[in-house]
C-alpha cells in the first residue's frame, strides 16, 4: 500500500517537473525570439533604401518596387539574378497607406478579418 502511495507521488512529482522545463523552455524560447526579432529590425531599418511594394509573380519570382536615395525603381527578383526593369518617376506611384501596411495593427487587422470586411473593392463594397 505505501509502495503504490510513494509510485503515485513520484510520479506526480516527475510529472509536475517536467512541465516546468517544458514552460522554462517555452519562455525562454519566446524571449529570444522577440529579441532576435528586435535586433533584426533595427540592422535593417536605413534611411535610404527602401521596399515599397511586392508582387509575386510565381514561386521565386518577384516584381518590388523599391526606393534608393529619391529614386523610384522596379526590379524584377527571381531566384539567383536581380534585374532593374525601369526608373519609375515619384508622381507616378500611388504612396498611401494601405490598410494591411506599416500603420495597421495586428489587432486592428485580425478584427476586420473576423468582421469579414478586410478584402474591400476599390469601390468601398465588401467583396
Known amino acids: 500500500m505505501i509502495l503504490t502511495v510513494s509510485d503515485r507521488m513520484d510520479s506526480y512529482v516527475q510529472f509536475l517537473t517536467v512541465l516546468v522545463i517544458f514552460v522554462f523552455v517555452l519562455v525562454i524560447t519566446w524571449w529570444v525570439t522577440k529579441w532576435t526579432a528586435g535586433y533584426q529590425k533595427s540592422k535593417n531599418v536605413g534611411a535610404n533604401i527602401e521596399l515599397i511594394e511586392a508582387m509575386r509573380l510565381s ?69
Open 59 to 127: 514561386n521565386n519570382k518577384y516584381v518590388q518596387i523599391i526606393r534608393v536615395g529619391q529614386k523610384y525603381l522596379a526590379v524584377a527578383v527571381c531566384k539567383d539574378t536581380v534585374t532593374m526593369l525601369a526608373e519609375i518617376p515619384g508622381e507616378d506611384l500611388c504612396l498611401s497607406q494601405g490598410e494591411g501596411s506599416k500603420g495597421s495593427s495586428f489587432r486592428d487587422i485580425l478584427t476586420k478579418v473576423q468582421k469579414g470586411n478586410f478584402l474591400e473593392k476599390e469601390d468601398g463594397r465588401d467583396k
